[in-house]
């Protein structure tokens, strides 16, 4: 698709790579302080998790409200369907439709 996208996978598997090389550094850490004797391990915390996962996958939330349009659609939609739009601005009702979404929680105005 676009170039924007592609870069994007790129700087995602970039980062994942950097994270593996960062992990078995802190893995052979922790096995040199088991070998003295201490009883460490890594445990990665998860709370973060849900987060994470989504902005890798690049998938809008489906419990999240569209930043944009201050409410929420089925299926999910966030500021990245907005891409095309010049200037920002919650979809109408018409685009909705067109885009093949359904508004879920009414705007509150
Ligand atoms: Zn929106």
């Known amino acids: ?19 593996d090389v960062a992990l078995r550094q802190a893995n052979d850490a922790i096995t040199v302080l088991n070998e003295l004797g201490y009883r460490y391990r890594l445990v990665q915390d998860q709370s973060n998790d849900a987060e994470t996962n989504s902005n890798l996958s690049r998938k809008p939330r489906a419990d999240q409200d569209c930043p944009v349009c201050g409410y929420q659609t089925d299926p999910p939609h966030d500021r990245r369907s907005h891409r095309s739009q ?24």
């Open 1 to 19: 698709m676009s170039r924007v996208v592609e870069q994007m996978d790129k700087l995602i598997a970039e980062c994942e790579e950097l994270r």
């Open 86 to 109: 010049t200037i920002k601005a919650p979809f109408t009702e018409a685009e909705l439709v067109a885009k093949g979404l359904k508004r879920l929680s009414p705007k509150t105005e």
